[in-house]
């Protein structure tokens, strides 16, 4: 992935902090190139000021100042590993500077930044094209198909393809046909189905998941990576898309964050170990470890003194010990009603977060109903179609005499209009999803402080075990209901 830009500012405050937010927990490590400074923070400030001063850095190294000002000078992309592989800083910022050099980029200055919030691990690159001793700007053309030689190298050297779709595209264009990357199963669900239902069921069958996303329907993978398939399917277009998917519930699909979320959260339980297991080393570290405690184990075994029969009586050997089953321990009325309460809780919670979640898009649905009828966008719309036929179909001696010049004045102050009505709708629907977005954090945030405030309860009543477990129970089902009738009411109250 690589696309070009015009701040330095606005990627570093997208690259450096979580979605949405102003935290750093995604951000694992960044390593600065070709700076006078360590510090990513103040890494911006210094390209920013080598971007701005390009004119200056030609005429000073004796460049030639002609040709037209550049007005991307931020350029980015992004390494992604498999899942399955796991490695280490220094071999990602090894691979992060060959990809650099492989551009013709590595004497300009970049920040490296890895993030951990994907099961892949993952590093995003920000370069500034504006060389910081010529003056130059950097050429990045062809840079997506570098990117993927370079990543079709990287795969050959280190001993597993995992991508078969890039050798096939190589393939084609050393052929000198034109290459498009694919998603196979992706096609196959697209070529199999009649409608957006079949499309889904298909999907669901092969892992994927069709969903919501912040401006389309997209697709999650099993990885919990999220798509746009219009992307990844040959020859379908986004308005393909829609048409297909045209007899689907849209406010139906889950949202895609939090699908991606929930794929990631059952990818960490079924494989908690999965960054050390992929690693030769760690695991042989992890054998020697176990080896020498056993060891030590034996020895202590072996240092202990023989016990007689009165002492053995009863008790038996270590060994008759270890053979016996341990029965599993049952657990108690009142564990057994505080686990019901807690998933009571957590379907409840789920529930109204999904609720409310359909509520906010329907919200929105009509604010852009109602937005673009108070703007009067179909209307202004229909206005200027009707002045350009009218141009279009005047005839030639009217336009040679100039008759068409008024409609032509009045066309472009209609569109002057039109523009600035539709920058107030953007701006007044980006409004109303900001709004949306700061409620369902809201809502978050109160459904965390009622978990908290139910598991400190339930430690109250663990802590209390003079009282009998009846009385416990019931004070646990009383503290419940408090908790249940302060919701009703609080959505009474909004």
């Avoid at 657990?331 to 609720?355: T, V």
Wanted: with cysteine; net charge positive; glycine share 6%.
């Amino acid at each position: 992935m690589a696309s070009g830009g015009t701040s330095f500012k606005g990627a570093f405050l997208y690259y450096m902090h979580d979605k949405d937010a102003d935290t750093r927990e995604r951000v694992a490590w960044t390593s600065v190139e070709n700076m006078n400074t360590d510090s990513a923070d103040k890494a911006w400030r210094v390209m920013a000021y080598t971007a701005g001063k390009q004119e200056r850095l030609k005429e000073a190294s004796g460049q030639s100042r002609a040709g037209r000002k550049l007005e991307k000078p931020v350029f980015a992309f992004s390494l992604a590993w498999h899942p399955e592989q796991s490695p280490d800083a220094g071999h990602m910022l090894e691979a992060a500077r060959s990809a650099l050099k492989k551009l013709g980029l590595e004497d300009h200055e970049a920040v490296i930044i890895a993030h951990e919030d994907e099961p892949q691990k993952h590093v995003h690159i920000v370069v500034n094209r504006v060389h910081p001793i010529t003056g130059m700007a950097g050429d990045i053309r062809n840079s997506k198909r570098k990117l993927s030689d370079f990543a079709r190298e990287y795969e050959r050297e280190n001993g597993k393809v995992y991508c078969d779709a890039r050798e096939k595209n190589f393939e084609r264009r050393q052929q000198g046909n034109e290459s498009f990357y694919e998603d196979p199963v992706l096609a196959e669900a697209w070529k199999r189905s009649r409608n957006g239902s079949e499309f889904k069921e298909l999907l669901d069958a092969s892992g994927y998941a069709l969903a919501q996303g912040r401006k389309r329907i997209v697709v999650v993978d099993p990885h919990g990576k999220i798509h746009n398939p219009a992307r990844l399917l040959k020859n379908v277009k986004a308005a393909d898309l829609r048409g297909r998917m045209s007899d689907l519930d849209l406010f139906a699909l889950q949202d895609a964050d939090q699908v991606a979320a929930d794929i990631r959260e059952r990818i960490k339980r079924e494989q908690p170990g999965r960054d050390s297991a992929n690693g030769d080393r760690e695991v042989a570290d992890r054998s020697d470890s176990r080896s020498e405690a056993e060891a030590d184990r034996a020895d202590e075994k072996a240092a202990e003194p023989e016990l007689g029969p009165e002492a053995s009586e009863g008790h038996g050997t270590g060994t008759e010990q270890e053979s016996k089953p341990v029965p599993p321990k049952e657990k108690s009325a009142f564990e057994q009603l505080a686990e019901q309460q807690g998933q009571e809780l957590r379907e409840r919670h789920r529930m109204e977060r999904q609720r409310h979640i359909e509520q906010l898009r329907a919200r929105i649905v009509t604010s852009k109903h109602r937005l673009r009828a108070y703007h009067e966008l179909e209307e202004r719309k229909a206005k200027l179609l009707q002045l350009r036929r009218r141009i279009d179909e005047a005839p030639l001696w009217k336009r040679l005499c100039g008759f068409t010049r008024k409609d032509r004045v009045e066309m472009q102050s209609q569109l002057t209009t039109y523009r600035r009505e539709v920058s107030q709708f953007r701006a007044s629907v980006e409004h109303v999803r900001e709004d949306c977005r700061r409620s369902l954090n809201e809502m978050g945030l109160r459904q965390e402080l009622e978990k908290e405030r139910f598991e400190r309860s339930i430690e109250r009543l663990r802590e209390r075990e003079d009282q009998p477990r009846d009385r416990l129970e019931i004070a646990l089902a009383r503290a419940s209901e408090r908790a249940a009738s302060r919701q009703r009411d609080q959505g009474r109250e909004r």
